[in-house]
C-alpha cells in the first residue's frame, strides 16, 4: 500500500509517523511546499493545554483526543529521545482577576499528574492582583526540535518526502491507497472549506533562562521556557491574513509580559514571529471520497483545523484519522 500525508508541520508528520506505526509494510509519502521554519507549528509554544473551546466532532472523541495526545507526549518526554524529541516537563501557573472558569480546564484537570488550586501564597508570585489561579504540570514540545526530529525518524523508517504545492487533490504525483489532508490553512482554498478561519498570534522569543516556570495572565498573556528561549504573547486576531510582524502587537506583549513578571524587562529578544493558527469551530477529522470531473476517485482522510492547538492534540488526532483510514480500506466507512 502506498499513502500520501499532504502537510509537513506537526499535524502532517505526526500523522506519517502513525501511519507508518499502524502499516509497517506501506511506503508513506509526505508531500507539502512548506518545511519546518516556514510551518506555523515551527511558532508555537507548544505547551500542551487545551483551550476550553476546542471541539472535536463529539465531547467523547474530542476527550479520547486530548487523553491519546497527552499519553504520546508523555511516553516521549520519558524516553531517551526527549531532548532530541524537544519534549520536556513544565510546571507552571494560570490566573485571573475576572472569573474562576477562566482558571479551570475540563479536558486535563483530570489527565495532567497535577492540576490544582493555587494558594493564597501563589496568586501573589506575580504582579497584578489575581483573584483566582491554577497550578498545573504538563508537557511542553519545542517544535524547532521536535519537527526536524520527526522528519528524521520518518525518513528512517523508510518514508519519503516529495516538495510540491498542490491546487487539487487531484495534482499529487501518483497512485495512493488514500491520502491525509494535513494541510493546515492550506486546506481552505484546497478544499473550500469556508468554516476554515486564521486567527494570527504573534509572539516574541526572549533569552530569560532564570525563568523555569509557565505563567498565564487572563486570557493571550503568556510566558513559557522552553528549551533555549522563552515565549512571551500573545494575541488572536480573528480573520486576519497578516503575517507581518507588528511593532504595536509586539509593544502590546511586552508590556503585558513585564507588567507579570519584571525580570523579563533585562531578557534580550531573539526574534519576533507571526503564525495565522488555522481555526475551526469543529476540527475536521473526518473522511471523504472525492471524484474528479474525469471520474477518478480518491479516497481521503482529512485532519485540520486545530487552531492554536495543533502541538497539543497532534498526535490524538493523528491516532484517530489513521483509524478512519484502516475503516476506509476494510470498507467500513460511512461514505
Same mark, same amino acid.
Given at each position: 500500500?502506498?499513502? &500520501?500525508? $499532504?502537510?509537513?508541520?506537526?499535524?502532517?508528520?505526526?500523522?506519517? %509517523?502513525?501511519?507508518?506505526?499502524?502499516?509497517?509494510?506501506?511506503?508513506?509519502?509526505?508531500?507539502?511546499?512548506?518545511?519546518?521554519?516556514?510551518?506555523?507549528?515551527?511558532?508555537?509554544?507548544?505547551?500542551? =493545554?487545551?483551550?476550553?473551546?476546542?471541539?472535536?466532532?463529539?465531547?467523547?472523541?474530542?476527550?479520547?483526543?486530548?487523553?491519546? @495526545?497527552?499519553?504520546?507526549?508523555?511516553?516521549?518526554?520519558?524516553?531517551?529521545?526527549?531532548?532530541?524529541?524537544?519534549?520536556?516537563?513544565?510546571?507552571?501557573?494560570?490566573?485571573?482577576?475576572?472569573?474562576?472558569?477562566?482558571?479551570?480546564?475540563?479536558?486535563?484537570?483530570?489527565?495532567?499528574?497535577?492540576?490544582?488550586?493555587?494558594?493564597?501564597?501563589? %496568586?501573589?508570585?506575580?504582579?497584578?492582583?489575581?483573584?483566582?489561579?491554577?497550578?498545573?504540570?504538563?508537557?511542553?514540545?519545542? #517544535?524547532?526540535?521536535?519537527?526536524?526530529?520527526?522528519? /528524521?525518524?520518518?525518513?528512517?523508517?523508510?518514508?519519503?518526502?516529495?516538495?510540491?504545492?498542490?491546487? #487539487?487533490?487531484?495534482?499529487?504525483?501518483?497512485?495512493?491507497?488514500?491520502?491525509?489532508?494535513?494541510?493546515?490553512?492550506?486546506? /481552505?482554498?484546497?478544499?473550500?472549506?469556508?468554516?476554515?478561519?486564521?486567527?494570527?498570534?504573534?509572539?516574541?522569543?526572549?533569552?530569560?533562562?532564570?525563568?523555569?516556570?509557565?505563567?498565564?495572565?487572563?486570557?493571550?498573556?503568556?510566558?513559557?521556557?522552553?528549551?533555549?528561549?522563552?515565549?512571551?504573547?500573545?494575541? +488572536?486576531?480573528?480573520? *486576519?491574513?497578516?503575517?507581518?510582524?507588528?511593532?504595536?502587537?509586539?509593544? @502590546?506583549?511586552?508590556?503585558?509580559?513585564?507588567? %507579570?513578571?519584571? *525580570?523579563? +524587562? /533585562? @531578557?534580550?529578544?531573539?526574534?519576533?514571529?507571526?503564525?495565522?493558527?488555522?481555526?475551526?469551530?469543529?476540527? =475536521?477529522?473526518? #473522511?471523504?471520497?472525492?471524484?474528479?470531473?474525469?471520474?477518478?476517485?480518491?479516497?481521503?482522510?482529512?485532519?485540520?483545523?486545530? &487552531?492554536?492547538?495543533?502541538?497539543?492534540?497532534?498526535?490524538?488526532? @493523528?491516532?484517530?484519522?489513521?483509524?478512519?483510514?484502516?475503516? $476506509?480500506?476494510?470498507?467500513? *466507512?460511512?461514505?
Amino acid at each position: 500500500m502506498h499513502f &500520501g500525508v $499532504l502537510g509537513s508541520g506537526i499535524i502532517g508528520l505526526t500523522t506519517a %509517523l502513525e501511519l507508518q506505526k499502524e502499516f509497517p509494510t506501506a511506503r508513506v509519502s509526505v508531500i507539502a511546499d512548506r518545511f519546518n521554519e516556514d510551518t506555523v507549528s515551527y511558532v508555537a509554544a507548544g505547551i500542551f =493545554r487545551p483551550g476550553t473551546s476546542f471541539m472535536g466532532p463529539t465531547q467523547e472523541i474530542t476527550q479520547q483526543w486530548m487523553t491519546d @495526545a497527552f499519553n504520546y507526549w508523555d511516553e516521549l518526554r520519558r524516553s531517551k529521545e526527549a531532548p532530541l524529541a524537544g519534549v520536556c516537563q513544565l510546571s507552571g501557573y494560570i490566573y485571573s482577576r475576572t472569573s474562576p472558569s477562566i482558571v479551570r480546564n475540563h479536558f486535563i484537570e483530570k489527565l495532567l499528574p497535577v492540576y490544582r488550586k493555587a494558594t493564597e501564597e501563589e %496568586l501573589k508570585l506575580c504582579h497584578g492582583g489575581w483573584k483566582y489561579g491554577s497550578f498545573f504540570t504538563t508537557c511542553l514540545t519545542e #517544535s524547532r526540535l521536535f519537527l526536524p526530529y520527526a522528519t /528524521k525518524k520518518f525518513l528512517e523508517n523508510g518514508g519519503e518526502v516529495l516538495r510540491q504545492h498542490l491546487n #487539487s487533490f487531484f495534482d499529487v504525483p501518483q497512485n495512493f491507497d488514500a491520502l491525509l489532508n494535513c494541510t493546515g490553512m492550506g486546506a /481552505k482554498e484546497l478544499c473550500g472549506d469556508q468554516h476554515l478561519v486564521p486567527i494570527r498570534g504573534q509572539v516574541l522569543k526572549v533569552r530569560a533562562p532564570w525563568v523555569k516556570t509557565a505563567f498565564y495572565g487572563d486570557y493571550d498573556t503568556y510566558v513559557l521556557p522552553g528549551f533555549e528561549t522563552v515565549t512571551l504573547g500573545g494575541c +488572536r486576531q480573528f480573520d *486576519s491574513y497578516n503575517t507581518k510582524w507588528c511593532k504595536y502587537d509586539s509593544m @502590546a506583549i511586552r508590556e503585558r509580559c513585564f507588567d %507579570l513578571l519584571p *525580570s523579563l +524587562r /533585562k @531578557a534580550e529578544i531573539v526574534r519576533e514571529c507571526v503564525g495565522l493558527r488555522p481555526h475551526r469551530s469543529v476540527v =475536521r477529522v473526518e #473522511s471523504e471520497l472525492i471524484t474528479s470531473p474525469e471520474g477518478r476517485r480518491l479516497k481521503v482522510v482529512h485532519n485540520y483545523g486545530h &487552531g492554536g492547538y495543533g502541538v497539543t492534540t497532534a498526535p490524538g488526532t @493523528a491516532k484517530y484519522a489513521v483509524r478512519l483510514v484502516r475503516d $476506509l480500506l476494510a470498507g467500513n *466507512s460511512k461514505l
